[in-house]
């Protein structure tokens, strides 16, 4: 058998190594065939990708390096060595890959996406922008190039750019939990909160599993005032995540809001013994004993919210409200 030969089976035997998604054995066989031929460009490649695949990024980009010395006009190489690029966070790197590949090939929907995805890591949200304005030229039905600009615009505080993509992403892909996560945050950071708590609701519909989404809700109830309805939210995720010591801070607030305020301290109790620097908790806690005459506890709780946060407004007032209550018995 001659080399010609002798590399053909090899090229055979690697396909069927790397549809069988054996990868160790595919470069091997790709070992093999660059020492017969050590030009052959695209086992370079091929190897590249199952390197790539392993996760083995550094060796990927070595065997990509090497095919782009062989040739340079391929973009599918500048592609996928960008991709590896990004994959450890090289991300100057990655765009400068993925700008060559758009250049042999300025209809490369994945090198914009893509270069848009490196430029979002680097926080350069516009530049990021602009590649996903490309990529959804080139193909306006991918829901996820929407939902990724809708991000990069929330980024640069564009809300309702934002919401107009994410609106979008649902119309091309109704069950898509994060344009409904993310839609249903900016309407809840925008003050719209019956928007987020449909949103949101819609979220658990879809993705049960997905228990942040019941705390996101919670809030957005508190703020409509529907404390009964964010207490409920925020018991499922308490059974969830009994260590989440935010929750209970939201949820011993709901229960001020109620007057009960009994239960208000035994969640502050629980929140800062998660969190013992919480300084809203110490706030809040003494918001609530100062609603049962125990002003001495109230104080004790606005002097160490003060203390975490020297600033702290609220505790100042709340104490100096306290002492005054405290005189008059």
């Not at 700008?99 to 929907?109: F, G």
């Not at 996820?144 to 600009?149: H, K």
């Not at 609701?201 to 508190?222: C, Q, T």
């Amino acid at each position: 058998m001659d080399n010609k030969q002798k590399i053909e089976a090899l090229k055979e035997e690697a396909q069927k190594y790397n549809e069988a998604e054996n990868h160790e054995e595919e470069i091997r066989c790709c070992d093999e065939i660059i020492k017969l031929d050590p030009k052959d460009v695209d086992t370079y490649y091929n190897r590249g990708n199952a390197y790539s695949k392993l996760g083995k990024y550094n060796e990927a980009i070595c065997s990509y390096d090497e095919a782009i010395k062989l040739d340079s006009e391929d973009s599918e190489i500048y592609y996928n060595r960008g991709n590896s690029y990004s994959n450890l966070e090289k991300y100057e790197e990655a765009i400068h890959d993925f700008s060559e590949a758009i250049k042999l090939d300025p209809e490369y929907r994945e090198a914009y996406y893509n270069k848009g995805l490196a430029y979002y890591k680097l926080e350069k949200y516009e530049e990021a922008i602009k590649d996903y304005d490309q990529a959804i030229k080139l193909d306006t039905d991918d829901c996820l190039v929407y939902i990724n600009r809708g991000v990069a615009y929330s980024e640069l505080g564009k809300q309702e750019e934002a919401i107009s993509d994410f609106s979008e992403a649902i119309k091309l892909d109704p069950e898509n939990v994060g344009a409904y996560n993310n839609r249903g945050t900016i309407y809840s950071e925008s003050g719209k909160q019956e928007e987020a708590i449909s949103d949101f609701s819609e979220v658990i519909k879809l993705d049960p599993e997905n228990h942040m989404v019941y705390y996101f809700r919670g809030y957005a109830y508190s703020e409509l005032g529907k404390y009964e309805e964010a207490i409920k939210d925020y018991d499922k995720i308490i059974k969830l995540i009994p260590d989440f010591s935010i929750v209970y801070c939201n949820r011993g607030d709901a229960y001020y809001n109620l007057g009960k305020y009994d239960e208000a301290i035994q969640d502050a109790n629980k929140s800062l013994e998660l969190d013992p620097d919480f300084s809203i908790v110490y706030c809040n806690r003494g918001d609530a004993y100062s609603k049962l005459e125990q002003y001495k506890e109230a104080i004790k709780d606005y002097d160490q919210a003060i203390e975490i946060d020297p600033d702290y407004t609220d505790a100042q007032t709340n104490r100096k409200l306290a002492l005054e209550q405290l005189e008059k018995k």
